[in-house]
T-cell receptor, first 114, second 115 residues
Framework: AQSVTQLDSQVPVFEEAPVELRCNYSSSVSVYLFWYVQYPNQGLQLLLKYLSGSTLVKGINGFEAEFNKSQTSFHLRKPSVHISDTAEYFCAVSGGQGAQKLVFGQGTRLTINP | NAGVMQNPRHLVRRRGQEARLRCSPMKGHSHVYWYRQLPEEGLKFMVYLQKENIIDESGMPKERFSAEFPKEGPSILRIQQVVRGDSAAYFC?????????????FGNGTRLTVT
């Protein structure tokens, strides 16, 4: 069975500062990895995904993430955040072909201060 | 192309009543997933359906909860005899393909409050 751990429940940063949201996963099979963002009272929107190939994945809104198989991590980064990035961020894993469901982490609340 | 549509957005039920949550997937999507989000928690998988079939219901509570995705019409998540602990946001997601590499498209959720 897969599991996802998001190490920080809340991350406050100042506007234009860099940010990293941490995600570690466990799985006995090859995985696909995802980051989703949830704005207040809305559903989840896909930020980026790792399926195969290059371990550095670029997504929307200037976010990127790096897949590290040896450390079983998939940390999300942005070099300079904006007020509009304030949201909840979820890391998720699926277990490859034939295992369709996504398993989510607990979420990290990113708060951007002016 | 309309996204995943969920209704109602907000639903209030008294203890013991039934709650019906509806989800219309994106056009062309035949795979539907239901997730539950409790306050201050992540999303927990409930059930995965294809048209007329339940594929994986490993996250569904054994009693009072059921789901369907008929040949025609939306997917329905039904909760009978609701209790306060059922208060949560329920999200539906759809995808066009099976397989874990197909990203899910989420609706805006139904927020159920049990009084």
């Amino acid at each position: 069975a897969q599991s996802v751990t998001q190490l920080d429940s809340q991350v406050p940063v100042f506007e234009e500062a860099p940010v990293e949201l941490r995600c570690n996963y466990s799985s006995s099979v090859s995985v696909y990895l995802f980051w989703y963002v949830q704005y207040p009272n809305q559903g989840l929107q896909l930020l980026l995904k790792y399926l195969s190939g290059s371990t550095l994945v670029k997504g929307i809104n200037g976010f990127e993430a790096e897949f590290n198989k040896s450390q079983t991590s998939f940390h999300l980064r942005k070099p300079s955040v904006h007020i509009s990035d304030t949201a909840e961020y979820f890391c998720a894993v699926s277990g490859g072909q034939g295992a369709q469901k996504l398993v989510f982490g607990q979420g990290t609340r990113l708060t951007i201060n002016p | 192309n309309a996204g995943v549509m969920q209704n109602p957005r907000h639903l209030v039920r008294r203890r013991g009543q039934e709650a019906r949550l509806r989800c219309s997937p994106m056009k062309g999507h035949s795979h539907v997933y239901w997730y539950r989000q409790l306050p201050e928690e992540g999303l927990k998988f409930m059930v995965y359906l294809q048209k007329e079939n339940i594929i994986d219901e490993s996250g569904m509570p054994k009693e009072r909860f059921s789901a369907e995705f008929p040949k025609e019409g939306p997917s329905i998540l039904r909760i009978q005899q609701v209790v306060r602990g059922d208060s949560a946001a329920y999200f539906c997601a759809s995808s066009p393909l099976s397989g874990g590499n197909s990203p899910l498209h989420f609706g805006n959720g139904t927020r159920l409050t049990v009084t």
